[in-house]
């Protein structure tokens, strides 16, 4: 009899952990979708509201602008609130931001009513990552990460398309108002599937700075930016260089752009399983990759098939790297992880926003055809902070294991 009470709760865990995963993930997917669905509906908001495409752009602004300053804000106010607590917190701020969203009658409204959302953004996907590293065995960490973060690619593949569908058919609310939807099934599934973990002594707010402004954690905080910047400042403008330098008409860039949501997913999902093997050798590897794809792209942009299949790598490179980047702040941060494992996604955006930003000047003042340059370029100063990191890991790790050895 005791012999099987000691071993229910073993097969228990190993049945309702991938479920619980799977909780995080559709709450990673249900932002994914919140955050650029958006883009796809700018005419049908602006219409509605009565304000400029300009106007409606600040949308998205105030969306990164909220990811990146709530996430370590909120973090500061709600560390001491045990991790599922603070998850089921979150997802409920993320429900009323986007509800708030559906039925906003001014466009003031749905700036503050995104700019709430985007507050839970960050912090839900720091903690989630968090959670995630917790419910697996310690060499399956990156690939938890990765799951979660999948929401975020699958959204882009599935989520954003369907989602734009629904809001075309049906007006912009009615697509806010699926994503409400989803939301709460997250919730439902947090609640019930994710296990009350065991949390260590909670650190102060000042173990938590002091992880954070560790220089090897700014240094991969400003990697990862720089990573990110690679990418939005293509991202951003793929579109338009696919329709003046490849020649696609614009119906065909919607399936290419689709192609790279599989290559990030994949990415995600490879990068997550190379991390958990080398994690800063892969890492590493994936920026090299990401360089040389980035500068083949300004040759293979110019014919309709090596575009597409650049384009497809590119979006498994840019991608690759994510998990990594978020393990290696964890494991720099151990005693204290939360407002560094929170701020990385402040950091992300802010690459996102950067990148798109210098992506735009290289346009103005060089041409479209200078913006994979440009990104090279980015991906290559990312590469450089990943060797400092390991560098100076591998001195760090010498100079404390010297005392022992001697």
Same mark, same amino acid.
């Given at each position: 009899?005791?012999?099987?009470?000691?071993?229910?709760?073993?097969?228990?865990?190993? @049945?309702?952990?991938?479920?619980?995963?799977?909780?995080? /993930?559709?709450?990673?997917?249900?932002?994914? +979708? *919140?955050?650029? %669905?958006?883009?796809?509906?700018?005419?049908?908001?602006?219409?509605?509201?009565?304000?400029? %495409?300009?106007?409606?752009?600040?949308?998205?602004?105030?969306?990164?602008?909220?990811? !990146?300053?709530?996430?370590?804000?909120?973090?500061?106010?709600?560390?001491?609130?045990?991790?599922?607590?603070?998850? *089921?917190?979150?997802?409920?701020?993320?429900?009323?931001?986007?509800?708030?969203?559906?039925?906003?009658?001014?466009?003031?409204?749905?700036?503050? !009513? @995104?700019?709430?959302?985007?507050?839970?953004?960050?912090?839900?996907?720091?903690?989630?990552?968090?959670?995630?590293?917790?419910?697996?065995?310690?060499?399956?960490?990156?690939?938890?990460?990765?799951?979660?973060?999948?929401?975020?690619?699958? !959204?882009?593949?599935?989520?954003?398309?369907?989602?734009?569908?629904?809001?075309?058919?049906?007006?912009?609310?009615?697509?806010?108002?699926?994503? =409400?939807?989803?939301?709460?099934?997250?919730?439902?599934?947090?609640?019930?599937?994710?296990?009350?973990?065991?949390?260590?002594?909670?650190?102060?707010?000042?173990?938590?700075?002091?992880?954070?402004?560790?220089?090897?954690?700014?240094?991969?905080?400003?990697?990862?930016?720089?990573?990110?910047?690679?990418?939005?400042?293509?991202?951003?403008?793929?579109?338009?260089?696919?329709?003046?330098?490849?020649?696609?008409?614009?119906?065909?860039?919607?399936?290419?752009?689709?192609?790279?949501?599989?290559?990030?997913?994949?990415?995600?999902?490879?990068?997550?399983?190379?991390?958990?093997?080398?994690?800063?050798?892969?890492?590493?590897?994936?920026?090299?990759?990401?360089?040389?794809?980035?500068?083949?792209?300004?040759?293979?942009?110019?014919?309709?098939? =090596?575009?597409?299949?650049?384009?497809?790598?590119?979006?498994?490179?840019?991608?690759?790297?994510?998990?990594?980047?978020?393990? @290696?702040? +964890?494991?720099?941060?151990?005693?204290? &992880?939360?407002?560094?494992? *929170?701020?990385?996604?402040? !950091?992300?955006?802010?690459?996102?926003?950067?990148?798109?930003?210098?992506?735009?000047?290289?346009?103005?003042? =060089?041409?479209?055809?200078?913006?994979?340059?440009?990104?090279?370029?980015?991906?290559?100063?990312?590469?450089?902070?990943? %060797?400092?990191?390991?560098? /100076?890991?591998? @001195?760090?790790? /010498?100079?404390?294991?010297? &005392?022992?050895?001697?």
């Amino acid at each position: 009899m005791s012999s099987s009470n000691n071993l229910e709760p073993s097969s228990r865990k190993k @049945r309702l952990f991938p479920l619980s995963l799977l909780c995080l /993930t559709l709450g990673a997917f249900a932002i994914g +979708m *919140t955050e650029f %669905i958006i883009m796809g509906l700018l005419p049908n908001v602006a219409d509605d509201l009565h304000v400029t %495409i300009p106007q409606a752009g600040q949308l998205i602004t105030s969306y990164a602008l909220g990811v !990146a300053v709530g996430a370590p804000i909120l973090t500061v106010l709600t560390h001491r609130i045990p991790q599922k607590k603070l998850l *089921t917190l979150l997802m409920f701020i993320f429900i009323i931001g986007n509800a708030l969203s559906m039925i906003a009658p001014v466009y003031s409204l749905l700036i503050a !009513a @995104r700019v709430m959302t985007a507050f839970a953004h960050g912090t839900f996907l720091g903690v989630g990552s968090l959670i995630a590293t917790r419910l697996v065995q310690p060499d399956k960490r990156a690939g938890a990460v990765s799951v979660v973060l999948a929401g975020l690619t699958i !959204a882009n593949i599935i989520g954003v398309p369907f989602g734009t569908f629904i809001g075309q058919q049906l007006g912009w609310r009615a697509s806010f108002g699926a994503i =409400t939807i989803l939301g709460i099934i997250s919730l439902i599934g947090i609640v019930r599937f994710i296990p009350l973990l065991q949390q260590e002594k909670i650190s102060d707010l000042g173990q938590q700075f002091r992880s954070l402004i560790n220089p090897q954690v700014l240094l991969v905080l400003l990697t990862g930016a720089l990573g990110c910047g690679s990418l939005f400042a293509v991202f951003t403008y793929i579109t338009p260089m696919l329709e003046t330098i490849t020649g696609f008409a614009e119906h065909s860039v919607t399936w290419i752009l689709v192609l790279f949501g599989f290559g990030v997913t994949i990415g995600n999902m490879v990068g997550g399983k190379l991390a958990d093997w080398k994690l800063m050798p892969s890492l590493m590897a994936n920026f090299a990759l990401l360089v040389v794809i980035l500068a083949l792209l300004t040759v293979t942009l110019h014919n309709p098939y =090596t575009a597409i299949i650049t384009v497809f790598c590119w979006g498994v490179a840019a991608f690759g790297i994510m998990p990594g980047i978020q393990i @290696r702040i +964890m494991n720099l941060t151990r005693e204290a &992880p939360l407002l560094a494992a *929170t701020s990385s996604h402040s !950091a992300l955006n802010l690459g996102n926003a950067g990148g798109a930003y210098l992506g735009g000047l290289a346009i103005t003042f =060089t041409g479209l055809p200078s913006v994979p340059w440009l990104a090279a370029l980015l991906a290559a100063l990312a590469l450089i902070g990943a %060797i400092v990191s390991y560098q /100076t890991g591998k @001195r760090s790790s /010498t100079s404390t294991s010297l &005392p022992q050895s001697a």
